[in-house]
């Protein structure tokens, strides 16, 4: 086994935030389910802008926030992902490598730009996200390391790469070469409309073991077993996957295993002003506890501290060290 | 005298911040004047953002600031600044406008690329900034467009028009043009340090009647009268200018006329978490008063609530409406 160079490596879109606060009646107006993320072509990118609010840009992605997570908290990681050789594709890369992750991900040359995500937020803190997948459709498995994936704890990897078109074959040689370096595969089911488009996929994907953790919210475990009663879905889904975590928002979250079901409160927060990137640090706690050798309850607390700090700002990406919040908290780190 | 078609109209550099958290340390390493604005050259730019942290970017300037202040609180708003045409500039663009202010100045189609501010915010929540002034170096009188000027109450300029070449020639001509429409000029200082470059000549634009509104802060204040007591420097203020406010940070600030010295305190606030844009939201607050036809206490009051809010999350533009602040206030709007 070659040596572990990496806690938590990750792959995923690489995208840019371009975020905004807007009323519910513009949703309405723009059409946009709320709550969810809607893929979009680019002319549609440039009608949402022309109408939305003034914006801040952010580095986003959701595999990507997650690892940023990860290194927050003082763990070795890596991200794979495709951006243009543009102003926004040197924006998202310095963005991770300042956070401390190795991204080495050759950009694109030519063809679409850097992916953007249109993030709303409304006034309760919920966002509803429009992504220009553009250069990020460009994730090839030529872009996968066998040898860096070789040398990471964990791989994790986003349903959102179903949605390119060769990003999922990425995403299996992948899994691949981490399971025959005797690697963690985890995989987050990204959101329940993802789910609706590629059900049977991502089923088969836990079934047969391809990955070995799975994230779920409430909304995509429901959509992943067609119902809509959360302990029907939970008993289905423990029995499908080795190891399994539900985030429920202000309910927590339910770590579930063949052994027990696990409930962890989530942390306390002053107000939740956006939504935005909760289930990625939550996963980035989970990860970086798992890769430390902590127990699920602890992992559980570590994602339910980083998710709190994430919502109570504008933005994907964690303002303050994770590692110091786990600290205050007297959680391990 | 032509129609009334602006409450107030701004004339400053339009810049795009690239804000990111810094310690103190990062800032002796750099070499950087720690709360003041340095004027940087474009490798200067790349360095400093390759060393720096995670960033988020967020439309900027000063007088850019204010004006969209102005707009949040329900008035009539313009902006005349140089971008270039491109992405950057789009953003500027876009987020300005989409704030309610009107802007119309041409972009460059060549030449240097948009301004970027490299904003270190340390955790004191000071502001430590450095700007490459880019496409807003060609700022030319040619911008300021007659009747516009006219048509505004109060026209608001900003020092840091004395950097770029031609900036100041388009200054003299807006204040000219406002005065022969029998409308009202107002400046800020906008730095220490930039009153230390253009001392004598803010001194003549204040004691000639050039402007009739001056804001400064305590260290601009200090640094225009060359002494390090506060009160002999207002004395004299008092004595040049027609009407002065002196920001004084969580000391609140003095409005210095030729009747009276009114002192009104700071609004409460939770944490300082940036505080960049605290004099630009103050200059809003104050100015959107007097365009309303307030005393200068109330004002004051309204440019002390829109501090508040700027400097309680990170950038330099308000995240919600100003004038739902001041009606929570009891202020008039």
Redesign the interface.
Same mark, same amino acid.
């Given at each position: 086994m070659p040596d572990l160079k990496y806690d938590v490596l990750g792959i995923g879109n690489a995208i840019v935030d371009v975020i905004? #606060?807007a009323e519910d009646d513009f949703l309405v107006t723009q059409k946009m389910q709320k709550g969810g993320m809607a893929l979009i072509d680019e002319p549609r990118a440039e009608a949402i802008? +022309?109408a939305? %609010?003034?914006?801040?840009?952010?580095?986003g992605g959701s595999a990507a926030n997650t690892i940023?997570g990860v290194a927050g908290f003082g763990a070795r990681a890596a991200f794979v992902g495709k951006v243009k050789d +543009?102003?926004?594709g040197r924006?998202f890369a =310095? +963005? !991770?490598r300042?956070?401390g992750v190795s991204f080495d991900t050759p950009p694109a040359s030519d063809g679409p730009s850097t992916a953007r995500c249109y993030v709303l937020v409304t006034p309760d803190g919920e966002r509803t996200m429009n992504t220009y997948l553009g250069a990020a459709q460009d994730l090839h498995p030529a872009d996968v390391d066998p040898p860096q994936i070789a040398a990471a704890a964990i791989t994790y990897l986003e349903g959102y790469l179903w949605d390119p078109p060769h990003a999922k074959e990425a995403f299996r040689k992948a899994a691949k070469i981490a399971h025959d370096a005797g690697r963690k595969v985890a995989l987050t089911l990204s959101d329940a409309f993802c789910v609706g488009r590629y059900r049977s996929e991502f089923l088969d994907l836990i079934k047969t073991g391809t990955v070995d953790l799975v994230f779920a919210n409430e909304s995509e475990l429901k959509s992943l077993y067609e119902t809509a009663d959360f302990d029907t879905a939970a008993k289905v889904l423990r029995g499908d996957a080795k190891l399994a975590v539900v985030t429920r928002s202000e309910k927590g979250c339910v770590v579930v295993s063949k052994d027990a079901m696990i409930e962890v409160p989530a942390a306390p927060i002053r107000k939740m002003v956006d939504a935005t990137g909760a289930g990625d640090l939550f996963a980035a706690g989970f990860l970086f506890g798992l890769a430390r050798g902590r127990d699920h309850r602890t992992a559980a607390q570590l994602g339910a501290i980083a998710a709190a700090e994430v919502i109570q =700002? !504008? %933005?994907a #990406?964690p303002?303050v060290s994770l590692k110091g919040l786990a600290q205050e908290s007297g959680l391990p780190v």
């Amino acid at each position: 086994m070659p040596d572990l160079k990496y806690d938590v490596l990750g792959i995923g879109n690489a995208i840019v935030d371009v975020i905004a #606060r807007a009323e519910d009646d513009f949703l309405v107006t723009q059409k946009m389910q709320k709550g969810g993320m809607a893929l979009i072509d680019e002319p549609r990118a440039e009608a949402i802008y +022309d109408a939305m %609010g003034p914006a801040v840009e952010s580095s986003g992605g959701s595999a990507a926030n997650t690892i940023v997570g990860v290194a927050g908290f003082g763990a070795r990681a890596a991200f794979v992902g495709k951006v243009k050789d +543009d102003e926004l594709g040197r924006t998202f890369a =310095h +963005d !991770i490598r300042a956070a401390g992750v190795s991204f080495d991900t050759p950009p694109a040359s030519d063809g679409p730009s850097t992916a953007r995500c249109y993030v709303l937020v409304t006034p309760d803190g919920e966002r509803t996200m429009n992504t220009y997948l553009g250069a990020a459709q460009d994730l090839h498995p030529a872009d996968v390391d066998p040898p860096q994936i070789a040398a990471a704890a964990i791989t994790y990897l986003e349903g959102y790469l179903w949605d390119p078109p060769h990003a999922k074959e990425a995403f299996r040689k992948a899994a691949k070469i981490a399971h025959d370096a005797g690697r963690k595969v985890a995989l987050t089911l990204s959101d329940a409309f993802c789910v609706g488009r590629y059900r049977s996929e991502f089923l088969d994907l836990i079934k047969t073991g391809t990955v070995d953790l799975v994230f779920a919210n409430e909304s995509e475990l429901k959509s992943l077993y067609e119902t809509a009663d959360f302990d029907t879905a939970a008993k289905v889904l423990r029995g499908d996957a080795k190891l399994a975590v539900v985030t429920r928002s202000e309910k927590g979250c339910v770590v579930v295993s063949k052994d027990a079901m696990i409930e962890v409160p989530a942390a306390p927060i002053r107000k939740m002003v956006d939504a935005t990137g909760a289930g990625d640090l939550f996963a980035a706690g989970f990860l970086f506890g798992l890769a430390r050798g902590r127990d699920h309850r602890t992992a559980a607390q570590l994602g339910a501290i980083a998710a709190a700090e994430v919502i109570q =700002h !504008i %933005g994907a #990406r964690p303002e303050v060290s994770l590692k110091g919040l786990a600290q205050e908290s007297g959680l391990p780190v």
